[in-house]
Every structure is written in structure tokens, then in C-alpha cells.
């Protein structure tokens, strides 16, 4: 793997980023995937401030590699964690769900990296005019949350090639070397993976959904929620529950209600998994074992290198 537009700017040694995830990705995960030549984020978004804090204090000690946060705008106390941030002396900010207007040039303005993840080519367009670094594109095949439209990566990555001058890292669907190659073909300078990452032993998830991962199958993910925050979640127990409410047509506020983001802490978290939200992606279907980041890396790299070297070959 090359070096590239996104390497530079982000000073890793491989165009691999690893999402930040809700009640996955804390310091352990960011510091194994940085160690190993990857880009580590924290996933803020299920951290308290103070939490947050001690997770970046601990990644600063675990390794000398870049690693960065993801702070999702929609957080409550999102003033709080950016104070943070700025306080630590953290480098890396990937911004999502949120105006990416807001925050970008303040950020700038102290050294710091900002990259924005978008779902279509309108946001991305917003985030290149709000001045943020490179954009993070993630189609609808993504776990967690994600764009009404439907958008898989597959055409998202060329359109979004079309459109914009500022480094693109696509996201959705990619958990091997194949995957990383073909996000390049299409026109991207890196890859972000969620879920490859979220089913690692590094990873915060409990046993129980780790193991539930990987029996699962393509059509076992559904995107709903569509009329408050539209998420990738696992077809269990809670869903089912859901698509019953569903039919009896409720209101926003009912939805809201069932929606509880204590649910997904249920079911990443302490691992009730049949009672909980599971957010995954609908790669799943690929991820048959709990490996480590080490392995999942040279994985990734070691494939992404043979396939590319065959695809030459052949022609
Ligand atoms: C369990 C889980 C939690 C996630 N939490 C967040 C989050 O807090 N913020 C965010 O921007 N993206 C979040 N994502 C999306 C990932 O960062 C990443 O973009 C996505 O998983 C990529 O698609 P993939 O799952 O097909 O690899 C989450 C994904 C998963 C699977």
C-alpha cells in the first residue's frame, strides 16, 4: 500500500482508518489499530466527558502513532468534549452527524486535522465549502448510522470522485484487502471500517455480541429508524419488537421512546443482545472470526497486496 493524500495528511503508514464506534471503540482498540500503521479513533459519542478524557490519556501513553476522536456534532455536551480535545493537545478530529460549519474552523485554528463524514454528495459538497480536511463517504451498506438516501458505497465513491478536490476515505461494506483495493479503484484515497474492527479482540463490544457477529449473515442488518436518525441494526429480538410497533403507525414521540439510546449500551456493551440495539454492518455476513488487530491489519494489507499484484498480472 502507498503512500498517499491521506497518509500524509493524517501521518499514518497505511490508508486505513478505523471508525470511531459507540461503546467500541475506546483506547485499547485506538492504540492497536495506530500501533499497527492504521489510523485509531475513539468513538466519543458513548463517552462522558471525563471518561473521554481518561481514554485519551491513555492512548497518549500507549502509543507514539497518530490517533484521533470521533465526536458525533449531536452530542449533548459536545462544547465539553471539544474543550477537551483542545486541553489534551489531540491532533485528529473525524466530525459526524452535525454541521460540519460549526466546529471546523475553531478546530483548525489550534493544528488540528478535521475530517467530516457525509452519506451524499450535497453534504460532502458542505463539508469541502466548510474548509474540513478530507470527507469520510459512507454508503448505506455502513453499520450505525447513516443517510436517507440509500446511497451504497459502491456509487457513492466515483460520484463523490467527480465532485470533489479534498481527500476521500470511503466507509460501508469494506472488511478485507479486496474490499480496501476496490474502494480505490472507485476513486478513494483511504478506507474507514467499522465493523471488521468492532468484531476484534481489542474491541469494548461484550463477548456475547462479538460471538453473535459472527454468525450472522448477509440480510441479518436492516436500516430503520428513518424518521428520527436512520440506523443499521441487527434483526433481533428488539427489532422485532419495532416492526410490531411499526404496524401500529406510532407517533414521533412513541418512536423516540422505544428508540432509547441506553439500548445500545444493553446490547454492545453488556452484551444482552437479543433486548438490545446492535449497530453493525451488513459486511457482517463476512466476519466469521474474533481476531486481533494485528491480524486483521496484515489481513488486510497481505490480501489487498495479493490481489492487487494478480489483477496486474492477468492483464
Ligand atoms: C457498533 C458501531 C458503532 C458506530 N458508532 C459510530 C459513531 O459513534 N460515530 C460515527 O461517526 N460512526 C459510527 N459508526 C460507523 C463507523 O464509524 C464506520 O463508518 C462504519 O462502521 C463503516 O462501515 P462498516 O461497518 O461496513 O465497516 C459505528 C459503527 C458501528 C458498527
Not at 493524517?10 to 464506534?21: D, R
Not at 401500529?248 to 439510546?261: C, M, R
Not at 491480524?295 to 490481489?307: A, F, H, P, R, S
Request: overall charge neutral; aromatic content about 6%; some cysteine.
Amino acid at each position: 500500500m502507498q503512500q498517499n493524500r491521506i497518509t500524509k495528511l493524517l501521518g499514518i503508514q497505511y490508508a486505513i482508518v478505523q471508525g470511531g464506534m459507540v461503546w467500541v471503540s475506546g483506547h485499547k482498540l485506538v492504540t492497536a489499530v495506530s500501533n499497527a500503521g492504521g489510523l485509531g479513533l475513539l468513538g466519543a459519542g458513548s463517552m462522558y466527558p471525563e471518561v473521554f478524557r481518561e481514554h485519551i490519556k491513555k492512548c497518549q501513553q500507549n502509543t507514539d502513532k497518530p490517533f484521533g476522536v470521533n465526536i458525533p456534532l449531536m452530542y449533548p455536551q459536545v462544547e465539553e468534549l471539544m474543550q477537551i480535545v483542545l486541553e489534551e493537545g489531540v491532533k485528529i478530529v473525524f466530525t459526524s452527524a452535525g454541521n460540519p460549519k460549526l466546529w471546523t474552523a475553531k478546530l483548525q485554528a489550534h493544528g488540528i486535522i478535521v475530517v467530516h463524514v457525509v452519506s451524499s454528495v450535497k453534504f460532502a459538497l458542505k463539508a469541502q465549502e466548510a474548509g474540513v480536511n478530507a470527507v469520510v463517504a459512507e454508503g448505506f451498506e455502513a453499520g450505525g448510522h447513516n443517510g436517507r438516501e440509500e446511497t451504497t458505497t459502491f456509487t457513492l465513491i466515483p460520484m463523490l470522485k467527480e465532485h470533489l478536490k479534498i481527500p476521500l476515505i470511503a466507509a460501508g461494506g469494506i472488511a478485507t484487502g479486496r474490499g480496501v483495493l476496490a474502494a480505490e479503484v472507485l476513486g478513494a484515497d483511504g478506507v474507514q471500517i467499522g465493523s471488521r474492527f468492532a468484531v476484534s479482540k481489542e474491541s469494548s463490544a461484550h463477548q456475547n455480541f462479538k460471538e453473535l457477529m459472527t454468525e450472522l449473515q448477509d440480510g441479518s442488518t436492516q436500516l430503520t429508524f428513518k424518521e428520527l436518525a436512520p440506523v443499521r441494526i441487527v434483526k433481533n429480538e428488539y427489532y422485532q419488537k419495532l416492526l410490531a410497533l411499526y404496524q401500529t403507525h406510532p407517533s414521533i414521540e412513541t418512536l423516540k421512546a422505544f428508540y432509547d439510546a441506553a439500548k445500545l449500551k444493553t446490547g454492545i456493551f453488556e452484551g444482552k443482545v437479543a433486548d438490545g440495539k446492535l449497530e453493525i454492518g451488513q459486511i457482517v455476513g463476512l466476519l466469521h472470526q474474533i481476531d486481533d488487530v494485528k491480524t486483521i491489519m496484515k489481513n488486510l494489507i497481505e490480501e489487498y497486496q495479493t490481489v492487487k499484484q494478480n489483477l496486474s498480472h492477468d492483464k
